[in-house]
């Protein structure tokens, strides 16, 4: 139905067997796939197991446009399903549609109808708009054998993909923010600091703040570089290496953000939701308290902060999905909707997202 050289089908133990790939300090098993429709080119992530699904919505949700919860018609949601939508949900995935898969094995019209009305209260209750969720009745397995009728419902579920999820408002217009991820000199022409711009666009000669961890500096952009090319500007959504003015190698450090001035300030109080990962997903083995110190890994690194539980909580469980009030002890420029982990050590327990910023 999409003739193209992206379009490949690939063996689901490419996928489950998929190569570990490291982000943020996590390791993580991922795949990537490619596909086209007439309309638009995908980049899919896939993880083959919870954990790893978990893992990367923690580290690289940020830039989902969308996702397709699957769910087997022959189970209905399930309790990891509830798990998966409060994380899109937590981690800023903006839309989600659902793929009914193994809906061959049903016979009953009447049961794919509630697991269909299920999934839609799932969504709903979660903050999506579930009423107006594409449901698709999938079977992966009759589409991949040739079936006709089950082939043809993938390509209905990517058209219904093309018309509900939105083309992404690639953060071009909003004011320019590029989390540090490096820094080093080059001799005769000054530090430059690497990462990838989040959003807004930045011309040379443009004035910035290094904001977060130290107190917020001025200085000015007077070198972009992105593909090895020297350009005039940087964008949402590349790599590049910005030459600072006046700026010494030992003044910026990772974890700072490169931004326009008076966008975002720097906090130390916040507070937020977080999921903590059971034991199973290689979390924490016993319950935490208030006054717990773990680190909070904003963008780029990790910074330690104080946990105050809520009142009447008095202890969270691994597995449990819990608010939060949370003291830095180091400045980390933040805004509402701003995504964190929870580590111990280097290891993921908890991934959360800041609800309010206090001071």
């Known amino acids: 139905k999409y003739p193209s050289a992206v379009n490949v089908v690939r063996d689901f133990s490419s996928i489950d067997s998929a190569p570990e790939e490291r982000q943020r300090g996590i390791t993580i098993n991922i795949s990537h796939v490619e596909y086209e429709t007439p309309k638009r080119h995908y980049a899919h992530v896939d993880a083959p197991g919870h954990a790893d699904y978990i893992k990367n919505m923690i580290t690289g949700a940020a830039q989902m446009d969308g996702a397709i919860l699957v769910v087997a018609a022959t ?16 981690v800023g995935v903006p839309y989600l549609m659902v793929a009914l898969n193994k809906s061959d094995m049903v016979d009953d019209e009447e049961i794919l109808e509630l697991v269909e009305v299920e999934v839609r209260e799932l969504l709903s209750s979660q903050g999506f708009d579930g009423d107006n969720a594409p449901v698709i009745r999938v079977s992966g397995l009759k589409a991949l054998e040739g079936d006709p009728k089950w082939t043809e419902s993938i390509v209905e579920l990517m058209e219904a993909a093309d018309n509900s999820i939105p083309d992404p408002v690639r953060d071009k217009d909003k004011p320019f923010l590029m989390p540090i991820e490096d820094v080093f000199t080059i001799t005769g022409r000054g530090t430059v600091v690497t990462g990838r711009a989040e959003r807004g666009t930045l011309g040379i000669n443009s004035e910035v703040e290094i904001v977060g961890i130290r107190p917020t500096q001025k200085t000015t952009v007077t070198g972009i570089e992105m593909f090895h090319k020297q350009l005039d500007e940087a964008w949402a959504g590349e790599n590049c290496g910005l030459l600072l003015r006046g700026t010494k190698r030992e003044d910026v450090e990772r974890g700072q953000v490169v931004v326009k001035p008076g966008s975002i300030t720097p906090h130390t109080e916040f507070d937020g939701t977080a999921y903590i990962l059971s034991k199973e997903e290689g979390g924490r083995h016993n319950p935490f ?10 963008r780029t690194t990790d910074v330690t902060g104080v946990i105050e539980l809520p009142a009447g909580t008095e202890m969270v469980m691994p597995g449990d999905t819990t608010d939060m009030a949370v003291t830095l002890i180091q400045p980390i420029a933040m805004e509402e909707g701003l995504g964190f982990a929870i580590r111990e050590g280097g290891r993921t327990v908890g991934a959360g997202t800041v609800t309010k910023v206090k001071k």
């Not at 189970?75 to 937590?90: C, F, I, N, S, W």
């Open 75 to 90: 189970d209905g949601p399930m309790a990891q399903t509830r798990e998966h939508v409060l994380l899109a949900k937590q």
């Open 289 to 298: 308290f208030t006054n717990y110190r773990p680190q909070f890994y904003f």
